[in-house]
């Protein structure tokens, strides 16, 4: 099975400072992911991301997060000024090829802690 | 939106019993359903999936079953393991074939196997 690593594996940061969170790219792989986990909520999707552009958003994903795989590279999810409630955990998935294209892959995650 | 709603919240059960957890979903065009298991500290792993044009699946001590035209579903846990405790996340999904996923997950529950 493809694993998905993510880096850091845990990130303090100060109320309002920017955070990169990184996810290593499982080649062939198109569709990209973040999800974020609020301590003891359930997993909310973020952002998808195909062909280098966002495909989807929700509505927690506003003017302060972006997303982006440049030139093929680790694809990131960047936070640009942390609030409070931004702490929790954020996965990053993949989706699969093939016969497993319809799974998604999640990594380990990254923990934050905004103080 | 797709909604999903997962119950019960926490379930305890004695080593060598079945479980049970059932969901419930919104969105009829939902056509993939993947079950998720958590452990502490780690990101969601597939478990099992279901799809729409299937009404039953199983794969060793674990099996699910989809009620399409009421809208649920249920993962079925038999001759349950200390090592199955972990929360357990349902989801639902419009899968395209071979293209993007976007996954709702459920509130989750978390099992005890009670040794």
């Known amino acids: 099975e493809p694993e998905v690593t993510q880096t850091p594996s845990h990130q303090v940061t100060q109320m309002g400072q920017e955070v990169i969170l990184r996810c290593v790219p499982i080649?062939?792989?198109?569709?990209f992911y973040w999800y974020r986990q609020i301590l003891g909520q359930k997993v909310e999707f973020l952002v998808s991301f195909y062909n280098n552009e966002i495909s989807e958003k929700s509505e927690i994903f506003d003017d302060q997060f972006s997303v982006e795989r440049p030139d093929g590279s680790n694809f990131t999810l960047k936070i640009r000024s942390t609030k409070l409630e931004d702490s929790a955990m954020y996965f990053c998935a993949h989706q699969g090829t093939g016969h497993k294209r319809t799974e998604a892959f999640f990594g380990q995650g990254t923990r934050l802690t905004v103080v | 939106g797709e909604n999903v709603e997962q119950h019960p919240s926490t379930l305890s059960v004695q080593e060598g019993d079945s479980a049970v957890i059932k969901c419930t979903y919104s969105d009829s065009a939902s056509n993939y359903f993947p079950w998720y298991k958590q452990e502490l500290g780690k990101g969601p792993q597939l478990i099992i999936d279901?799809?729409?044009?299937?009404g039953e699946k199983k794969d060793q001590r674990i099996a699910v079953t989809l009620n399409k035209t009421a809208k649920h579903f249920s993962l079925h846990i038999t001759e349950t393991q200390p090592e199955d405790s972990a929360v357990y996340f349902c989801?639902?999904?419009?899968?395209?074939?071979?293209?993007?996923?976007?996954?709702?997950f459920g509130t989750g529950t978390k099992l005890q196997v009670i040794p």
């Open positions: 080649s062939n792989h198109l569709y």
């Open positions: 279901i799809r729409s044009n299937v």
């Open positions: 989801a639902a999904s419009n899968s395209v074939s071979g293209g993007y996923q976007k996954v709702t």
